[in-house]
């Protein structure tokens, strides 16, 4: 690996936009706040977690994620270090919101893979390493909590390269490990970070350096570290810069977020490895990062921090270009212009007006409900980017209101709701009151909780006859058409007016299936 921190020559290849995948428990968190804490955003580390448990001014949603400990919002993080500016995207760690995590992944350049290093490869994580696969996001790999008992570094070596077909290369080795941790060494470099407070490692002569019978007083551990560095240097990958760009190789990190190891040779890392803003596919066309017009697109819509106002952050990310305060962008769905006002920067308990953002970046655009999630803004360029995909849901359910004069008021409300992505939502051919799906159980709560705390409209859910949804399309129109007469009591429109197939069971769907080969059944939809 190179010398870290290098300043870079430009401000879209100092960026670094990434986010953090892991099974819960894992040292999520506690790595963000020290990531945060090392490079200078937050004076003191446990913030991010207080700010979690603090009572809330926002809508009483929010209670949802205090009282089951889940963070259920994505939010982005700003700061900026050793020349680097660091865009860290903030996951939902509950598997209910993995939608929500998926588009997330639109939005990031790399990934860093936290493992508890005495559990090894948990299933979550491997979930979320396969949807950075499909984007062929490259992943850094911090192997955490070599504080405590762990498995053998080989043996999670292994595991990893086993299980993720991804082959590792260790860039640091744990100096001891359980109580008698006491730093990592680099093996590259050959230099040595006690506590993570030291910001440049001291460089060693090799793993006999004398500094060592320090580190590792005991005799017994310090032969076991040496033989290990031998090991690992003769047996295992050296680093390779094409290849975890490519994605084929993970750079592995070891260390404690808890206790302070570790942690900086990751962000050293990011900074000199973690690819800057890459190309984004367009229908058409791929829009580089260095092109000089601005464009973007809105992974995340976030709701009523204020419910009085109503008012929604549209997360986008910057694609290419420079974007500035107060310019007009055009919105190119609806064809309208859109003037960005106020965008915003967020940080780790602030957020400030941004005056500029560049490739990579990720800004908040206040607005009151025209940007929707997969809006593409541009300069005037008529194009549209790919993949903030939506899945087909697995739970359906009828919403059933008890007072029928608010019923208008309940179609605006889902509306909102759906166009936030909080649920989806199907407008039935028939007529038939609307059905609102979801991926996860949990966001049926979230929308019930959210449409009585800031539409004062109390609902319950209704089963519905359907258990799987379908978009359709055909290449021959009469064909689609023939289908939807065939099946209008299981046809609806999504919010963007396309047709949705809903079946009562997989196994119905598959008997349809056979019997109308000219029609395309899809679970992931592309939003436009
Ligand atoms: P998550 O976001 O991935 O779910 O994990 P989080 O950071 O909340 O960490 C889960 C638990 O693991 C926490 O303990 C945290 O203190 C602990 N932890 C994180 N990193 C390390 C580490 O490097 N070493 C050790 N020994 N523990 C670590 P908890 O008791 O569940 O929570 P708390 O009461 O300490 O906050």
């Known amino acids: 690996m190179t010398d870290a921190a290098r300043p870079a020559a430009d401000p879209v290849s100092a960026r670094r936009t990434f986010a953090i995948i892991s099974h819960p428990d894992a040292g999520k968190t506690t790595l963000t706040e020290k990531l945060l804490l090392f490079g200078g955003a937050i004076q003191l580390a446990g913030e991010v977690k207080a700010k979690r448990n603090r009572v809330s001014t926002r809508s009483d949603w929010m209670a949802i994620e205090k009282s089951r400990g889940i963070s259920v919002v994505t939010s982005v993080m700003t700061f900026e270090y050793g020349g680097h500016v ?17 588009r997330t992944l639109t939005a990031v350049d790399s990934a860093v893979m936290v493992i508890d290093a005495a559990k090894g490869i948990e299933a979550r994580t491997r979930k979320l390493f396969e949807v950075c696969r499909l984007r062929d996001i490259p992943i850094v790999t911090f192997v955490n909590k070599m504080d405590r008992e762990t498995r053998d570094p080989f043996d999670l070596l292994d595991e990893i390269e086993k299980t993720l077909a991804l082959d590792t290369a260790p860039v640091n080795w744990p100096i001891g490990r359980g109580r008698s941790f006491a730093g990592t060494y680099d093996l590259v470099r050959s230099t040595v970070r006690g506590l993570d407070e030291e910001v440049v490692p001291r460089s060693v002569s090799g793993p006999d350096d004398p500094l060592f019978d320090e580190l590792l007083p005991d005799p017994a551990e310090r032969a076991t570290f040496r033989e290990e560095v031998e090991l690992a240097r003769e047996g295992l990958n050296a680093f390779d810069l094409a290849a975890f760009r490519e994605g084929h190789l993970t750079p592995v990190f070891f260390g404690s977020a808890l206790r302070n190891y570790g942690v900086r040779d990751l962000i050293d ?55 500035q305060r107060g310019m007009k962008a055009k919105l190119v769905r609806t064809g309208k212009p859109i003037t960005l006002s106020a965008p915003q920067f967020f940080f780790a308990q602030d957020r400030a007006v941004a005056d500029e953002a560049f490739a990579g970046d990720v800004v908040g655009i206040p607005n009151h409900g025209t940007l929707r999630i997969g809006d593409t803004l541009t300069e005037g360029e008529d194009l549209v980017f790919r993949g903030v995909p939506s899945f087909a849901p697995e739970i359906m359910r009828r919403v059933k209101l008890s007072d029928a004069m608010k019923a208008k008021k309940l179609k605006e409300a889902l509306q909102q709701l759906a166009e936030e992505g909080v649920v989806q939502l199907f407008v039935p051919h028939d007529g038939s009151g609307a059905i609102v799906g979801v991926v996860g159980a949990l966001q049926l709560d979230v929308l019930k909780e959210r449409l009585q705390a800031e539409y004062s409209l109390p609902i319950d859910y209704e089963q519905t006859r359907f258990s799987v949804c379908r978009w359709i399309a055909s290449e021959d129109e009469r064909k689609l058409d023939e289908f939807m007469n065939a099946n209008r009591s299981a046809m609806a429109d999504d919010l963007d007016g396309a047709p949705v197939f809903l079946a009562p069971s997989p196994f119905s769907l598959r008997y349809d299936e056979e019997r109308w080969p000219q029609i395309r059944f899809t679970d992931i939809k592309d939003y436009q």
Do not use: W
């Open 269 to 323: 890392a990011l900074g000199a490895v973690a690819p800057p803003p890459r190309a984004q596919d367009a229908d058409g066309r791929a829009v580089e990062a260095a092109e000089p017009k601005m464009t973007g697109f809105v992974f995340k819509i976030q709701a009523n921090m204020d419910p009085n106002h109503r008012d929604r952050i549209a997360f986008m990310r910057v694609c290419s270009g420079r974007l």
């Open 86 to 102: 660091f865009n860290l995207l903030d996951t939902p760690g509950h598997e209910d919101f993995s939608e929500d995590t998926y």
